[in-house]
């Protein structure tokens, strides 16, 4: 004999107000964070165009006094 379950109990999950609220937030959190991503990888790359290599150099420093 087959046992009879009613629809509302035979789902794995309810849709509703809940599950539609965190995928909002999940995805405004995911473009919060490409967003951020976004600025510093070009923060990065501009300080990375001013000094290439990484390498810190200074030039000599004269004294050219002239008397």
Known sequence: MEKTIPATKARQ??????VLS???V???FTFVVWAALGIW??????S????????T?????TN???D
């Open 22 to 24: 965190v995928l909002v």
């Open 13 to 18: 999950g309810r849709k509703g107000l809940e």
């Open 48 to 55: 990375a165009a001013d000094n290439p290599g990484g390498v």
């Open 26 to 28: 999940s995805l405004i």
């Open 41 to 46: 990888g070009e923060m990065i790359d501009g």
């Open 57 to 61: 150099t200074s030039a000599p420093q």
């Open 64 to 66: 050219t006094k002239s």
